[in-house]
């Protein structure tokens, strides 16, 4: 059984690949034309503004879209689709390094993946149409995105995050779905001059308040050159 195959032809077929695909390639050309190094922009102001952009547009871009609903959970844009459950994190290293110890709703999707049996219906009460077939083996679907902060050029996998707190791969399944692989697990560049201590990760910071009702979805949605 192809879970994650299943999984992205169903999103597919839902248009929603689609729509994030352009979305999170238009999000990062944008933040890499925005750059102003010479006033301290760096690789941290660039993956937040990437990180807070997502969020934001994405959604404003699925608002009214039959069949799928976008909210914030946790400061990461998490999108519901016939039965899925999509969040998007940045990756900050190699693919196979990605943490989801960072809090209880990183984590709780790979748990939940990982155990046998029925999966529990949590979001029944708030999304019951999203619930209304058969819940999928492995519901919970992720995307880590990453880019170039000279060029905005994305790359992007998709996979099934698996609970690997004893060890192993941190997925059942992952592929790359966009972009070029040599880039895909190097760190975005710094600033010359910029402090190497740890940084914290974007999606751990707060989200600022933003009137979606100002955002247009069209002006986001056109597929990029």
């Known amino acids: ?62 608002a009214g879209v039959d069949g799928v609903r976008a909210r914030l959970d946790d400061n990461s844009l998490e999108i519901l689709c016939a039965g899925y459950v999509v969040r998007l994190y940045s990756l900050q290293g190699g693919i196979e390094s990605i943490r989801w110890e960072g809090s209880e709703a990183r984590l709780g999707g790979a748990v939940e993946n990982s155990r046998d049996g029925q999966l529990a219906f949590d979001d029944e009460g708030q999304f019951p149409e999203v619930f209304a077939g058969v819940v999928p083996p492995k519901r919970h679907v992720r995307i880590a995105h990453t880019g170039d902060i000279a060029t905005g050029e994305a790359v992007a996998y998709i996979g099934l995050p698996r609970d690997n707190r004893d060890g192993g791969s941190p997925w059942f399944e992952v592929t790359l779905w966009f972009g070029e692989v040599a880039m895909a697990g190097t760190p975005l560049p710094v600033a010359d001059g910029a402090p190497t201590v740890p940084q914290p990760r974007h999606d751990e910071l707060p989200i600022p308040e933003l009137d979606l009702h100002a955002l247009r979805p069209g002006r986001v949605s056109g597929r990029p050159a």
């Open 1 to 62: 059984m192809d879970l994650l195959g299943d999984a992205v032809a169903m999103l597919a077929e839902r248009g929603v690949l689609d729509r994030l695909g352009r979305l999170i390639r238009q999000v990062y050309r944008r933040a890499a034309d925005r750059q102003e190094p010479e006033l301290g922009d760096d690789a941290m102001s660039f993956g937040t503004i990437v990180w807070r952009n997502l969020v934001h547009l994405g959604q404003a871009e699925f």
